[in-house]
Structure formats: C-alpha cells, structure tokens
C-alpha cells in the first residue's frame, strides 16, 4: 500500500527566512508529484508539479526536487501571505495526499 | 476563465445519501486532457481524494470509499455530481470539486478548484 508522509509536521519560520518541506513516498512514484499551498478558508492552490516544475503564477522563491521516493519544496524567502499548510500529492497512481506541513509565523 | 462552484445538502441525516453538484462555468467540461474529481477534508484532518470522472465517462473511485461513491458527469448542464451513501459522522466535511490536469496517463494534478462546501452528518 503506498502511503505519503512529510516533515516536520509543523514548520516555524521567520518572515524572510528559507523553509523547506519534506514529503516521502512509500514505494517509487516517479517524478509524478504536486506540491499544493491550502489557507483556511480558501481553496487548495497548486504550486508544483512533475516534482519540479511551478505551476502558472506561482512566484520563484517557490522551488521544488525530487524523484523517485522523496521530494522537497523550498521556499527561498518565506512572505507574510505564504504561511498555510502545504501538501504533496502523488499521482503516480490513484491520487493520494501526504498529511501536510503547516507552516506558520515564529 | 474557468470557474467550479459547488452545491448540494449542507446537513444530512446518518445513513442517508449525499449528494453534491459542481457547476463549470466559463468553460466546457467536455474538453480533452482533464477530468473532473471531488477532494474533501474533515475538521482538523488533511485532503483526501474521493472519485475522478473523464469527460469519456470512465470513473475511478478512492478505493476506501469505493464501494458508497458514484460520479457522474452531465455535458449538457456542463456540471458534474457527486454521491456518497450510508453516511457517517466520518463523513463530515469540506468537499471541494476540482478540473484534474492529466500529466501522467489517466492521472494528474489539481489545478482548478471550487470554494468548498461544508457539509455535516448529523441527526
């Protein structure tokens, strides 16, 4: 059974800071993995996918690498609106989420 | 721009069905290179994916929730649906509807999502 996990669970930064977030998967998944930024009451919004690659708009102080079993994204400077909880997601197969890293102001 | 927008039953009875609909505005759902899919997260909990739809019609269902789910996708209303029998408590959610990017055979990412709607089951 293929199972998501990511560390820490909660990440605490200083604005301007450099963050990063780690997501494994249980068995091999390829290059096939998105990275998901979610606020409360908003919906989920895509960051990266193929492990790699930004999605349309999202800023380049978010980067992202990895293959295979583990991923990471980095956030070169954390800003004030990028706090929130981040998932990875593989869709190698079916679609499945890790728990998520909240990242929150230290 | 493409839009989703959800609506359904905010509250529904245990044991009963709920049912949700994802209106598609300014765009077409028939369109090649996506499907269509719902994601829910409980209180305090994480994402979970519950079901995707092609616009071909082929179905694939979280194999934890497969056997109360049904999707179905209606071209000529441009909306899709969503129905989850024999609720629970567990049940209890945020259910967004999502467009899936296709990057990897019938698999992909999320990259359009709807506001979410809360829905609880309860008596």
């Known amino acids: 059974e293929l199972v998501m996990t990511q560390s820490p669970a909660t990440l605490s930064v200083s604005p301007g800071e450099r963050a990063t977030l780690s997501c494994r998967a249980s068995?091999?998944?390829?290059?096939?993995v998105a990275w998901y930024q979610h606020k409360p009451g908003q919906a989920p919004r895509l960051l990266i996918y193929g492990a790699s690659t930004r999605a349309t708009g999202v800023p380049a102080r978010f980067s992202a690498s990895g293959s295979g079993t583990e991923f990471a994204l980095t956030i070169s400077s954390l800003q004030s609106e990028d706090f929130g909880v981040y998932y990875c997601?593989?869709?190698?197969?079916?679609?499945?989420f890790g728990p998520g890293t909240k990242v929150d102001i230290k | 721009q493409l839009q989703l927008q959800e609506s359904g039953s905010a509250l529904v009875k245990p044991s009963q069905t709920l049912s949700l609909t994802c209106a598609v505005s300014g765009g077409s759902i028939n369109t090649e290179g996506h499907s269509w899919s719902w994601v829910r997260q409980p209180p305090g909990q994480g994402l979970e994916w519950i079901a995707y739809i092609h616009h071909r019609g082929t179905t694939y269902y979280n194999p934890s929730l497969q056997s109360r789910v049904s999707i179905s996708v209606d071209k000529s209303r441009n909306h899709f649906s969503l129905e989850l029998n024999s609720v629970t408590a567990a049940d209890t959610a945020v259910y967004y509807c999502a467009r899936v990017e296709l990057r990897h055979f019938d698999f992909g990412t999320f990259d359009i999502w709807g506001h979410g709607t809360m829905v609880a089951v309860s008596s």
């Open positions: 997601q593989q869709y190698n197969i079916w679609p499945l």
């Open positions: 068995q091999t998944v390829g290059s096939n």
